[in-house]
Antibody
Framework: QVQLQESGPGLLKPSGTLSLTCAVSGGSISSSNWWSWVRQPPGKGLEWIGE???????NYNPSLKSRVTISVDKSKNQFSLKLSSVTAADTAVYYCALVAGGHFDYWGQGTLVTVSS | EIVLTQSPDFQSVTPKEKVTITCRASQSIGSSLHWYQQKPDQSPKLLIKYASQSFSGVPSRFSGSGSGTDFTLTINSLEAEDAATYYCHQSSSLPRTFGQGTKVEIK
């Protein structure tokens, strides 16, 4: 079974850049799946951020597209998220997930990122 | 963007009761609708894929139905461990979107 683990700073200042990495184990990031980021503000619902295929092809949520970059590192079997110009509205638990056949089959445990001065 | 609207937002249910949660899409999405369960302080878990297919290891009391714009998640004979928030999600078109969630509480 594939396992995913998010890592990165838990506290950011406004206007900074959020950087998270998702390590994949139990499977290859070069498999025929998309690898996605989803976030959840405290006490709220789920928001899809974007996704990447191992070839480097990406899809982003138009609401965040101007600030988001997702990349893949096949040598380390991991993928990453960068979100620029963060504000308090970007405070959320960030999840990475495996997308197989359009549905999110496996999720990481999530990491809370707080944006505060 | 396809908007998914779940109802109800909240449901308080006694054990062994049947639970029905609906998800309505703003346009037809065929059967590209999936259901997740999220317990407090945990990540979401896939329950049902493509409207009615159970994901591996999911108890048989969970079932899904529907197509087009109207979908239903049913929990037969609710158990205490089913207390959670349930989300629908569509993969018919980008951006991927989720319903607002339905919280199920055990009385």
């Amino acid at each position: 079974q594939v396992q995913l683990q998010e890592s990165g700073p838990g506290l950011l200042k406004p206007s900074g850049t959020l950087s998270l990495t998702c390590a994949v184990s139990g499977g290859s990031i070069s498999s025929s799946n998309w690898w996605s980021w989803v976030r959840q503000p405290p006490g709220k619902g789920l928001e899809w951020i974007g996704e990447i295929y191992h070839t480097g092809n990406t899809n982003y949520n138009p609401s965040l597209k101007s600030r988001v970059t997702i990349s893949v590192d096949k040598s380390k079997n991991q993928f990453s998220l960068k979100l620029s110009s963060v504000t308090a509205a970007d405070t959320a638990v960030y999840y990475c997930a495996l997308v197989a056949g359009g549905h999110f089959d496996y999720w990481g445990q999530g990491t809370l990122v707080t944006v505060s001065s | 963007e396809i908007v998914l609207t779940q109802s109800p937002d909240f449901q308080s249910v006694t054990p062994k009761e049947k639970v029905t949660i609906t998800c309505r899409a703003s346009q037809s999405i065929g059967s590209s609708l999936h259901w997740y369960q999220q317990k407090p302080d945990q990540s979401p878990k896939l329950l049902i894929k493509y409207a009615s297919q159970s994901f591996s290891g999911v108890p048989s009391r969970f079932s899904g139905s529907g197509s087009g714009t109207d979908f239903t998640l049913t929990i037969n004979s609710l158990e205490a461990e089913d207390a959670a928030t349930y989300y629908c999600h569509q993969s018919s078109s980008l951006p991927r979107t989720f319903g607002q969630g339905t919280k199920v509480e055990i009385k």
